[in-house]
T-cell receptor
Framework: ETGVTQTPRHLVMGMTNKKSLKCEQHLGHNAMYWYKQSAKKPLELMFVYNFKEQTENNSVPSRFSPECPNSSHLFLHLHTLQPEDSALYLC?????????????FGPGTRLTVL | AQTVTQSQPEMSVQEAETVTLSCTYDTSENNYYLFWYKQPPSRQMILVIRQEAYKQQNATENRFSVNFQKAAKSFSLKISDSQLGDTAMYFCAFMGDTNAGKSTFGDGTTLTVKP
């Protein structure tokens, strides 16, 4: 595997379900990001992790819970979601956060909340 | 707060022709970085080109070049000799030096290259 991978690629869940999105980067980077991409809004940064520490939470509702066990893996735990949370969730990584480096994106997880 | 505006939601161009995508931004920072990312249909977003604000020379990457006008806060992307594989959504992004790592993206421009 190379680059940034995300699983699952598609997810359909009910509002009472609990699920997790997984991201893995094989680039040796130290920073990882979660973005939300909706049809009606621009790309929204959700969370930033740098060397496993969360450095940015962009006022994201608590029904989204990130976890970064190491620099290569990033999870987004989902619970009690709303239909408006349906979107493409993109993971990205970069060499180090808080420097102006290129971000490498995963293919995304298409989430549908019923 | 920074804002990034892409005023062209959709554009089209004939294969082999040149097209320019516009992007304007607003910031009070003196040093920052600008990016163009490409997101092909159902494929991963990738970086097309990057420009550091302190560099006066416009960045170029093969058929892709930018027209960076710092005073006007404008950062347009020119694609020369358009190819079918250039069909994608293009995002302009801003990253300030004081808040590096936190990118602000524009709404995107959907470009279709027609044969």
């Amino acid at each position: 595997e190379t680059g940034v991978t995300q699983t699952p690629r598609h997810l359909v869940m009910g509002m009472t379900n609990k699920k997790s999105l997984k991201c893995e980067q094989h680039l040796g980077h130290n920073a990882m990001y979660w973005y939300k991409q909706s049809a009606k809004k621009p790309l929204e940064l959700m969370f930033v992790y740098n060397f496993k520490e969360q450095t940015e939470n962009n006022s994201v509702p608590s029904r989204f819970s990130p976890e970064c066990p190491n620099s290569s893996h990033l999870f987004l735990h989902l619970h009690t979601l709303q239909p408006e949370d349906s979107a493409l969730y993109l993971c990205a990584s970069s060499q180090v956060a808080h420097t102006a480096g290129e971000q490498f994106f995963g293919p995304g997880t298409r989430l549908t909340v019923l | 707060a920074q804002t990034v505006t892409q005023s062209q939601p959709e554009m089209s161009v004939q294969e082999a022709e040149t097209v320019t995508l516009s992007c304007t931004y607003d910031t009070s920072e003196n040093n920052y970085y600008l990016f163009w990312y490409k997101q092909p249909p159902s494929r991963q977003m990738i970086l097309v080109i990057r420009q550091e604000a302190y560099k006066q020379q416009n960045a170029t990457e093969n058929r892709f070049s930018v027209n960076f006008q710092k005073a006007a806060k404008s950062f347009s992307l020119k694609i020369s000799d358009s190819q079918l594989g250039d069909t994608a959504m293009y995002f302009c992004a801003f990253m300030g030096d004081t808040n590096a790592g936190k990118s602000t993206f524009g709404d995107g421009t959907t470009l279709t290259v027609k044969p």
